[in-house]
């Protein structure tokens, strides 16, 4: 049974920083590409990054292009999304993904539970 389990959301002022963390189980990790999206209240969940297999490539978001970075550790399973220079805007329901296929787009075969982040203006 696969499983992914963000962590690392909570409530933070605008300018500030998160770190998301999902740690991925019951799947070959280092064969997915992983992603994050996100839904804010109302609105339809949008990607945010992508990461391939291997870690070289990354897809962003025009929106959080510069701000958030995207890494991940298959040694540990776990995929990270570094967010700075926190917006108000960002507040949403994180959601870690892992997918079989590319990050342009990213496909996902599996979704987390999510996680809260709400940025305080």
């Known amino acids: 049974q696969v499983q992914l389990v963000e962590s690392g959301g909570g409530l933070v002022q605008a300018g500030g920083s998160l770190r998301l963390s999902c740690a991925a189980s019951?799947?070959?990790?280092?064969?997915?590409?992983m992603g994050w999206f996100r839904q804010a209240p109302g609105k339809k969940r949008e990607f945010v990054a992508a990461?391939?297999?291997?870690?070289?490539?990354?897809n962003y978001a025009s929106s959080v292009k510069g701000r958030f970075t995207i890494s991940r550790d298959n040694a540990k399973n776990t995929v990270y999304l570094q967010m700075n220079s926190l917006r108000p805007e960002d507040t949403a329901v994180y959601y870690c993904?892992?997918?079989?296929?590319?990050?342009?787009?990213?496909?996902?075969?599996?979704w987390g539970q999510g996680t809260q982040v709400t940025v305080s203006s």
């Open positions: 990461i391939t297999w291997g870690g070289k490539n990354t």
């Open positions: 993904a892992a997918g079989r296929y590319g990050i342009k787009p990213f496909l996902t075969n599996y």
């Open positions: 019951g799947l070959i990790f280092s064969s997915y590409a």
